[in-house]
């Protein structure tokens, strides 16, 4: 009877126990704790909104004809102006020109020189067929003796071999590779560039260059860059340079290069009194150059 009765106080507390365990199980779900007044508020109660931004103002249109309000305001004159900004619109339509990069001494990239190559020749074939002249061969004779009633056989004949003849090796023939043509000449700078403002007297800080006019005599490997150019008032052995100037005109022509060049370079570092030397440099791919001088700025 003792017995018992422990069985069944074991079993109510063991249904005790899964009626707590199943109800704290459904309390702890997440679906059932965000409708109790407890439960933690870790959601945003925004809703998402996926949808394009709104802007707040249109965005303003622009025209290349500022570029001329801008030339005027610099000090340039309503023609001059009008000119330059032609010149510009132009460079825009035109290809821009590749550059390799220079080393920290402004020394010319290394471009590698194609090397010619031979072309195999065809091998004549041996049309010679040998031929064979038959020669005689005397046959032996037979001696007749007095001892021998019987005739003795006749020896055997022998074959003697023929010569052959030998072929003789033909020579193959070789073209000889025409040579390459190589630049080996500088560009040339052609004086008559339009300068902005001109040499002499000085006050404003950008020189602008119009209609400079670069030639390569053939064979040509093209021109690389053009730039201005003038000496670093604190490093008097080393030298200041512009951007690459634009191709605005002319280019390859019948194996050489004749092209007009314009651009402008911002003098920075000067202190006044100074005399400014302006030069011009052109580079080809090869490496060959020329260096011209343009005229003398009074700051």
């Given at each position: 009877?003792?017995?018992?009765?422990?069985?069944?106080?074991?079993?109510?507390?063991?249904i005790?126990?899964?009626?707590?365990?199943?109800?704290?199980?459904?309390?702890?779900?997440?679906?059932?704790?965000?409708s109790?007044?407890?439960?933690?508020?870790?959601?945003?109660?925004?809703?998402?909104?996926?949808?394009?931004?709104?802007?707040?103002?249109?965005?303003?249109?622009?025209?290349?004809?500022?570029?001329?309000?801008?030339?005027?305001?610099?000090?340039?004159?309503?023609?001059?102006?009008?000119?330059?900004?032609?010149?510009?619109?132009?460079?825009?339509?035109?290809?821009?020109?590749?550059?390799?990069?220079?080393?920290?001494?402004?020394?010319?990239?290394?471009?590698?020189?194609?090397?010619?190559t031979?072309?195999?020749?065809?091998?004549?074939?041996?049309?010679?067929?040998?031929?064979?002249?038959p020669?005689?061969?005397?046959?032996?004779?037979?001696?007749?003796?007095r001892?021998?009633?019987?005739?003795?056989?006749?020896?055997?004949?022998?074959?003697?071999?023929?010569?052959?003849?030998?072929?003789?090796?033909?020579?193959?023939?070789?073209?000889?590779?025409?040579?390459?043509?190589?630049?080996?000449?500088?560009?040339?700078?052609?004086?008559?560039?339009?300068?902005?403002?001109?040499?002499?007297?000085?006050?404003?800080s950008?020189?602008?260059?119009?209609?400079?006019?670069?030639?390569?005599?053939?064979?040509?490997?093209?021109?690389?860059?053009?730039?201005?150019?003038?000496?670093?008032?604190?490093?008097?052995?080393?030298?200041?340079?512009?951007?690459?100037?634009?191709?605005?005109?002319?280019?390859?022509?019948?194996?050489?290069?004749?092209?007009?060049?314009?651009?402008?370079?911002?003098?920075?570092?000067?202190?006044?009194?100074?005399?400014?030397?302006?030069?011009?440099?052109?580079?080809?791919?090869?490496?060959?150059?020329?260096?011209?001088?343009?005229?003398?700025?009074?700051?």
């Open positions: 009877m003792t017995g018992r009765r422990w069985l069944l106080g074991a079993f109510a507390v063991f005790v126990l899964l009626v707590i365990w199943i109800s704290a199980a459904f309390i702890l779900n997440s679906g059932v704790a965000e109790l007044p407890f439960s933690l508020g870790l959601s945003s109660r925004l809703g998402a909104d996926y949808g394009p931004d709104k802007l707040s103002s249109p965005l303003g249109r622009f025209y290349l004809s500022i570029i001329s309000d801008v030339l005027r305001d610099r000090g340039l004159s309503p023609s001059e102006a009008d000119d330059q900004s032609e010149k510009f619109k132009l460079s825009l339509d035109s290809p821009v020109s590749t550059a390799t990069a220079r080393n920290f001494q402004g020394e010319p990239p290394y471009t590698p020189t194609p090397t010619p031979l072309t195999p020749t065809e091998t004549l074939t041996p049309t010679l067929t040998p031929s064979v002249t020669t005689k061969t005397r046959k032996p004779t037979r001696t007749p003796t001892t021998s009633t019987k005739k003795p056989p006749p020896p055997a004949s022998t074959d003697t071999p023929l010569p052959t003849n030998t072929l003789e090796p033909t020579k193959t023939p070789t073209k000889t590779p025409s040579p390459t043509p190589v630049d080996n000449q500088d560009p040339q700078i052609i004086p008559g560039a339009t300068l902005n403002p001109p040499p002499g007297p000085i006050s404003v950008v020189i602008s260059i119009s209609k400079q006019r670069i030639t390569d005599p053939p064979p040509s490997s093209g021109i690389e860059e053009v730039r201005l150019k003038y000496e670093d008032p604190s490093n008097p052995s080393s030298y200041i340079f512009s951007d690459p100037l634009t191709l605005t005109s002319g280019g390859s022509t019948g194996g050489g290069w004749d092209g007009e060049y314009a651009g402008s370079i911002t003098i920075t570092g000067v202190t006044a009194p100074y005399t400014l030397e302006l030069w011009v440099m052109a580079v080809d791919f090869v490496g060959n150059s020329a260096t011209a001088k343009l005229g003398d700025y009074d700051f």
